[in-house]
T-cell receptor, first 118, second 112 residues
Framework: AQKVTQAQTEISVVEKEDVTLDCVYE???????LFWYKQPPSGELVFLIR??????QNEISGRYSWNFQKSTSSFNFTITASQVVDSAVYFC???????????????FGRGTQLTVWP | GAVVSQHPSRVICKSGTSVKIECRSL??????MFWYRQFPKQSLMLMAT?????????EQGVEKDKFLINHASLTLSTLTVTSAHPEDSSFYIC????????FGQGTRLTVV
């Protein structure tokens, strides 16, 4: 069965601090996809990144970076020099793969509420 | 990126009435759409998988007679909450699959 665990329910930091959001997943599939989404107070889900199970390269996009470690089944997300606008709920999610693409059904973690104080 | 439009974004209805929520893929054809429900400060839970031209597949515990899903075309799926009760108040969000999963903006339903 698929399962995503985000152990951190809430994190508070002060602006300009770095913060890492943890994500641990469980799956028996050898091919799968991992995602991070941001959900601001308005409610919509903002796609941040997709990573497939064969690509363990870390990725950096501006102040965001992701660390994928298959050995520990983790896909952690780091925000460098956090800003107030980063305040949101962040969800990690896992998707089964089907014929090389995402199946689309996502298994979500419980989310981490990040609050960045000025 | 692809766009999924969900309407309405907010709706308030009286107990006992029905509410229809639309989910449209604007620039791609989605053979499969997903409906999720999110309770306050909680994760998204899959309610059902909607396939174009066939009956939806509901997750365990989701009442199919209460949450009617219709996926009549490759670009439109609808969720109708029938005989709504206050406990149906929630945030409903749809997702359409192409090669990626794209999400609508969500619908906040309040039943009074």
């Amino acid at each position: 069965a698929q399962k995503v665990t985000q152990a951190q329910t809430e994190i508070s930091v002060v602006e300009k601090e770095d913060v890492t959001l943890d994500c641990v997943y469980e799956t028996r599939d050898t091919t799968y996809y991992l995602f991070w989404y941001k959900q601001p107070p308005s409610g919509e889900l903002v796609f941040l990144i997709r990573r497939n199970s064969f690509d363990e390269q870390n990725e950096i996009s501006g102040r965001y970076s992701w660390n994928f470690q298959k050995s520990t089944s983790s896909f952690n997300f780091t925000i460098t020099a956090s800003q107030v606008v980063d305040s949101a709920v962040y969800f990690c999610a896992l998707s089964e793969a089907y014929r090389g693409s995402t199946l689309g059904r996502l298994y979500f973690g419980r989310g981490t509420q990040l609050t960045v104080w000025p | 990126g692809a766009v999924v439009s969900q309407h309405p974004s907010r709706v308030i209805c009286k107990s006992g009435t029905s509410v229809k929520i639309e989910c449209r893929s604007l620039d791609f054809q989605a053979t499969t759409m997903f409906w999720y429900r999110q309770f306050p400060k909680q994760s998204l839970m899959l309610m059902a998988t909607s396939n174009e031209g066939s009956k939806a597949t509901y997750e365990q515990g989701v009442e199919k007679d209460k949450f009617l899903i219709n996926h009549a075309s490759l670009t439109l799926s609808t969720l109708t909450v029938t005989s709504a009760h206050p406990e149906d108040s929630s945030f409903y969000i749809c997702s359409a699959r192409n090669l990626e999963a794209f999400f609508g903006q969500g619908t906040r339903l309040t039943v009074v």
